[in-house]
């Protein structure tokens, strides 16, 4: 099946927008904090109060998570749609988020809308969606690294709790997660 690489009129007047706003409100972002700030760090007073103004301009936008289906407050973008879209974000590590998109966070909000319980739900997706906590997630093991058919960690029932037992390594931004989903 052939993929439809053409891009409406309406939507490339978006992307046209998102390139001009990443080169003039994002990039210097970069060149300010010098890599000494995470993006994800959301404890970063100074990073915090550059980054929700523009964080609104995104949202006025209607662009905030579009990868995310209407029901989470996305568009539900299609994969052509968020290449286009992250070839752009891709020039700053603030971009993503700036724009509600960024990873983990973006794959963890999927998984806790689709499998999280109502507690899980109301105690990290609300806050993850708008972009005021970060997650992380752990797959990486030391005597496999990503290849699940290796992993050793284990989560087990144990009555009304699960237990996670093993190692994870390499668990990206987890020093600014306020949870992180475990592959076992």
Not at 23 to 44: A, I, Q, T, W
Request: proline share 7%.
């Amino acid at each position: 099946m052939p993929i439809d690489f053409e891009v409406e009129p309406e939507f490339q007047e978006k992307l046209d927008w998102i390139d001009g706003f990443v080169r003039e409100e994002v990039e210097p972002l970069d060149l300010y904090f010098r890599g000494e700030v995470s993006p994800f760090d959301k404890s970063n007073e100074t990073a915090r109060a550059l980054i929700a103004p523009l964080q609104q301009q995104v949202r006025d936008r209607d662009l905030w998570a579009c990868h995310l289906g209407p029901e989470l407050g996305g568009h539900g973008f299609g994969q052509v749609r968020l290449a286009l879209m992250n070839e752009i974000l891709g020039r700053s590590p603030f971009a993503p988020s700036v724009f509600g998109c960024q990873a983990p966070d973006s794959g963890n909000a999927e998984i806790l809308a689709h499998y999280g319980t109502e507690e899980q739900k109301a105690h990290y997706l609300g806050p993850l969606l708008d972009g005021q906590i970060s997650s992380t997630y752990a797959m990486t093991e030391p005597q496999g690294g990503s290849d699940p058919g290796v992993f050793t960690c284990r989560a087990l029932r144990d009555g009304g709790e699960w237990v996670v037992n093993g190692e994870k390594w390499f668990a990206s931004n987890y020093r600014y997660a306020s949870f992180l989903i475990v592959m076992v």
